[in-house]
């Protein structure tokens, strides 16, 4: 099995290639494909898990209350999709400069199974300290997935699974409610001006 080094340098690309896939435009509805319009995520006042952090605190929505967050949703196996969303995170809070310092940032593991608090540390210790990461049982996970109108699941492949995850990095403004979704496919030069919109 490759080591998680070279996952998180982005190499493969299977996995990744259909959890892109499974991005593209979940977050637009095509009006020449559908007319079902897909629901929004909860305030974060409104949503309710425990997760613990890849530092072994625990942490719920609640502590998110009081400043702008930014959350994806991925796992330290993903061979493409989750180590680019992760280093444009890390290149957006350096952007920020002393701005980001006012953000919650998360990665909530869709793959608790394996993504443990030291294993979400060794990981996370490739990109912007800032970045927490997330784990706990899976019933935890689910109850996040659900507040956050996610999708995932386990994926078996020869040597032995992967996950498929719906990609997109969501805003949430201070107070809780949603402010808008950064998607994998869009320009990058978008990112910016969303996060600073939520962080007003």
């Not at 280093?87 to 990665?107: C, F, K, P, Y």
């Amino acid at each position: 099995m490759r080591s998680r080094r070279s996952v998180i340098l982005g190499l493969g690309g299977a996995a990744g290639a259909l959890a892109f896939t499974l991005g593209l435009g979940w977050w637009r509805t095509s009006s020449r494909q559908t007319q079902d319009v897909v629901p929004l995520p909860l305030p974060l006042s409104e949503m309710s898990f425990t997760l613990t952090t890849h530092r072994g605190e625990n942490l719920s929505p609640a502590d998110w209350i009081g400043k702008p967050t930014m959350v994806f949703f991925g796992f330290t196996w993903c061979p493409d999709v989750c180590p680019t969303t992760l280093s444009d995170i890390s290149n957006w809070l350096e952007a920020l400069g002393t701005e980001a310092d006012r953000l919650n940032v998360a990665l909530i593991t869709v793959d608790p199974e394996r993504d443990s608090p030291e294993i979400l540390a060794e990981y996370l210790s490739y990109f912007d300290p800032r970045i927490l990461g997330l784990t706990g049982p899976l019933s935890e996970i689910e109850r996040a997935a659900a507040g956050f109108r996610v999708w995932f699941e386990k994926q078996p492949r020869d040597d032995g699974y992967t996950m498929n995850h719906t990609a997109g990095v969501f805003l949430f403004r201070a107070d809780g409610s949603f402010a808008n979704i950064i998607d994998f496919h869009e320009d990058r030069s978008f990112a910016l001006p969303k996060i600073r919109r939520a962080m007003r």
